[in-house]
């Protein structure tokens, strides 16, 4: 009973709140485009089709789509393929530590990674950060730190050994 009274009061306030607000619309509607009366949305019509698009693009941008193409493919195919095929799918052509991720993924991340958008699957092919929740990404920040690391040391390696209150600004430096 009381979820009946709460939900007329909801509808009133609703039809109340509709009725209030196409009033309030009337005068704007009079000032910026008439009574009522709405506009069509503009139609666009390209004056290129996509072949000559496609035809304007350059080779190596070309040959970087159609490998981008054929890495989307590989990894869908992979992640749709049945479990016992897996084993003797062909995994060419992608990075070895994208081929090492796929190979320890469970069953329910490649579903999730063949049900995701496009865009994400080839980022994911490609090595890059693809933004899916609960597949994993490839690791850039391991190189990194080793770079960091090695720089570190020899920054550490071209530092004086002499603590800086113990050095003397006066002595000349020993090179």
Not at 46 to 69: D, F, G, V, Y
Request: charged share 25%; aromatic share 6%; with cysteine.
């Amino acid at each position: 009973m009381l979820a009946r009274i709460v939900n007329l009061i909801a509808n009133a306030l609703k039809t109340s709140f509709n009725w209030l607000y196409t009033i309030a619309c009337i005068p704007f509607d009079i000032i910026f485009g008439g009574l009522g009366s709405r506009r069509p949305a503009p139609e666009f019509k390209p004056q290129e089709s996509l072949n000559s698009l496609a035809e304007r693009l350059s080779p190596e941008r070309k040959r970087e789509i159609e490998r981008r193409r054929d890495l989307k493919d590989i990894v869908l195919g992979y992640c749709k393929s049945h479990t016992h095929d897996r084993d003797t799918y062909d995994l060419t052509g992608i990075k070895p530590e994208v081929q090492n991720i796929l190979l320890n993924m469970s069953d329910a991340q490649l579903a999730h990674l063949a049900s995701a958008p496009l865009c994400a699957v080839t980022k994911f092919a490609a090595g890059e950060d693809h933004t899916l929740l609960g597949i994993p990404v490839l690791r850039r920040d391991i190189q990194e730190t080793s770079v960091l690391d090695s720089m570190q040391n020899r920054i550490r390696k071209l530092m004086p050994t002499v603590h800086a209150l113990d050095y003397n600004s006066y002595q000349p430096r020993k090179i």
